[in-house]
Nanobody, 118 residues
Framework: VQLQASGGGLVQAGGSLRLSCTAS????????MNWYRQVPGKQRELVIS???????NYADSVKGRFSISRDNAKKMVYLQMNSLKPEDTATYYC?????????????WGQGTLVTVSS
């Protein structure tokens, strides 16, 4: 099982980016899917999450600006980031709890860098 994140890049403050994450491999079911972010020297923090049923949870710092959605058929999760701020600059990681038929485990994508210029 692998998670592949994409969509990062450089954007000006106030702009938007959409990150995508695709799960592949032997997958029976996917539970919660999440986006984390990390800046050098700081702990990785949970930004936003969505359950298999579509319930979402947001960090206070991104409420009203970020949204998450998932396509269960495509095994994908998306992070729409609007009104970006320089403090949103970080490497963003997708994360999901996946049942591969043998075990239920947490998987991480490789990270995609988002840089917001002021």
């Amino acid at each position: 099982v692998q998670l592949q994140a994409s969509g990062g890049g450089l954007v000006q403050a106030g702009g938007s980016l959409r990150l995508s994450c695709t799960a592949s491999g032997s997958i029976v079911s996917i539970g919660p899917m999440n986006w984390y972010r990390q800046v050098p020297g700081k702990q990785r923090e949970l930004v936003i999450s969505v359950t298999s049923g579509g319930n979402t949870n947001y960090a206070d710092s991104v409420k009203g600006r970020f949204s998450i959605s998932r396509d269960n058929a495509k095994k994908m999760v998306y992070l729409q980031m609007n009104s970006l701020k320089p403090e949103d600059t970080a490497t963003y990681y997708c994360n999901a709890d996946i049942n591969d038929g043998r075990r239920y485990a947490t998987y991480w994508g490789q990270g995609t860098l988002v840089t917001v210029s002021s």
